[in-house]
């Protein structure tokens, strides 16, 4: 039986090669589309999951009353904390310190070039499955002035033969110091909300920033890797505690825990609780994907439809030498899976030619292994869904003519004007509008963002980060410019970045990131 289905599916292809291209390219599109969707939409679900136990780590964020009865949260917190935690609570496996992303400048054959990275607690790599390359995990940031490089690091500095190379090594940075390699881990992928190109110890963090180790100051990251079974509103009530019992006068404050997995998605926080953020757009992702692979599915429908007269007669004298209803929306089904399977191969390469805009649109770029188990159960599950969607209304439909009347010329000439086919394209017109409405509003949106009058001029305007001995010379550096410019300058500084110098005082420097 199926070998009688592909071949009269063939044949019927081969007759109208016309009506087939624009049938496998209308779904094609469609589900190009729709893939690209729901493959940035998988990048976003797949954030920070790789790590392994990654349901069971944790970030802490503090809570304090505001103005208007409500509570800013911060993601930020003291960098004493995380030992304490250690030492006081059962229920964490492991509490470590992460700092925000800082740049560093190194020397190679006496030229700088600046690499971000993270000063870190010594268990880092024991809880983010970052996978070692070389070096041994024991002892890797156990004192300050060791260095763990990235592989793409490595490479730089030591070059593409740096295996066996790079550890024991020294690397020079600026302000006249330097750092032995003790390791080398393997690139963050871009699935991770950690980035970094190197890794440095909390010790030498804290010997060029003291300020930071007083509980006055919220200026680092605190992760928590909870033990099984753990409550985690409990283990919050006992944070706070802990924390009131070294910092005082801090009791109106409360401590969430925040599931690391899910801060990508949920960035946006209220009171403490995740209420949005990227998963907004994964929303928004999925509806648009599902009404496009819609609207090509209504447009295969409706060419399958308009074609009854000419396939009307087909179907009557099948019935006539027996075939039976079933029969024939076999027939239809497996042409209309044929055609999506077709169709699907054409969104491939669509999708390999639409990957480039995609990413220049989206800021996002898709590694796509199109072997690989998930990605292939996903392309799979879409051309099925796509030829089950487009063929089931013609198939049922086309079966249902009765062979009296397809004889006397009735039941095609009656299906002409069916008020479902006209409701399809309806709805399918409908579904158009809508997507070019929305498109529309957000093109308009971003670019009254992008031409919004600012109340500043923003050309001629240059940012240079003051960092290493050039931070402590920053007069001298704005009278040369001044002095020697051919226009006008005027030079500002600010110390309201992160990487920036604080003040060393208790209590200030408190950093609200949400």
């Known amino acids: 039986m199926f070998r009688h289905y592909l071949t009269i599916t063939i044949r019927n292809l081969r007759r109208d090669l016309g009506y087939s291209l624009i049938n496998i ?62 030492e006081e609570i059962p229920e964490a496996e492991a509490a470590l310190f992460v700092s925000f992303p800082r740049q560093l400048a190194f020397q190679k054959d006496q030229t700088p070039y600046q690499e971000k990275g993270l000063y870190v607690d010594k268990s880092f790599l024991d809880v983010f499955a970052f996978p070692l390359l070389e070096g041994r995990k024991e002892g890797l940031l156990h004192q300050p002035g060791f260095i763990v490089l990235s592989e793409k690091l490595a490479e730089k500095h030591f070059g593409a033969g740096w295996r066996g190379q790079a550890i024991g090594k020294t690397l020079e940075a600026a302000e006249d110091e330097s750092y032995t390699v003790s390791g ?52 919050e009530d006992k944070l706070i505690g802990l924390f009131r019992k070294y910092k005082g006068n801090e ?9 690391f997995p899910g801060r990508h998605l ?77 169709a699907t191969g054409a ?10 805009p995609f990413r ?31 063929g089931s209304y013609p198939a049922f439909l086309l079966s249902s003519f009765r062979a009296v009347n397809i004889f006397r010329g009735k039941e095609a000439g009656q299906f002409s004007g069916a008020s479902l086919r006209k409701g399809l394209v309806v709805l399918q017109f409908l579904l158009s509008a809508c997507l070019i409405v929305c498109a ?26 003051m960092e290493g001995p050039l931070y402590d010379k920053y007069p001298s550096l704005k009278d040369e410019i001044s002095l020697t410019g051919r226009q006008a300058v005027r030079c500002f500084q600010s110390n309201a970045i992160y990487g920036q110098r604080r003040d060393p005082r208790p209590g200030v420097g408190r950093q609200g990131a949400g």
């Open 25 to 86: 390219l209308g779904l094609g599109m469609g589900i190009a589309v729709s893939l690209l969707l729901f493959f940035w939409v998988r990048h976003e679900l797949s954030f920070d999951r790789f790590h392994t136990d990654a349901g069971r780590i944790y970030q802490i964020a503090f809570n304090f009353p505001a103005d208007n009865g409500q509570y800013d949260t911060w993601t930020s917190a003291p960098a004493p904390f995380a030992e304490k935690i250690g």
């Open 184 to 235: 080398v881990v393997a690139n963050p992928p871009p699935n991770s909300t950690l980035q970094f190109d190197f890794l440095l110890s909390k010790e030498d963090y804290l010997s060029k920033n003291p300020w930071d180790s007083q509980w006055g100051n919220f200026s680092s990251r605190l992760y928590l890797k909870v033990k099984n079974g753990t409550d985690i509103p409990g283990l």
């Open 251 to 259: 009791e109106r404050a409360t401590i969430s825990l925040l599931s």
């Open 266 to 342: 949920y960035s946006k926080l209220e009171n403490g609780k995740p209420v949005g953020g990227r998963i907004t757009y994964v929303r928004l992702f999925i509806g648009a994907a599902a009404f496009l692979l819609l609207i090509a599915c209504i447009n295969f429908m409706n060419l399958a439809t308009a074609r009854a007269t000419r396939r009307s007669r087909e179907i009557g004298v099948r019935k006539v030498v027996g075939a039976s209803r079933g029969q024939l929306a076999g027939q239809f089904m497996s042409e209309a899976l044929a055609i999506a399977l077709i």
């Open 347 to 356: 969104g491939i390469a669509l999708v390999e030619l639409l990957k480039e």
């Open 360 to 390: 220049q649109i989206t800021g996002t770029e898709l590694s796509i292994h199109y072997l690989e188990p998930g990605t292939l159960s996903l392309i799979l599950a879409t051309g099925l869904v796509a030829g089950l969607l487009s």
């Open 440 to 465: 529309l509003g957000v093109q308009r949106q971003v670019k009254f963002i992008m031409n919004k009058n600012l109340g500043l001029n923003r050309e001629n305007v240059v940012r240079v980060p």
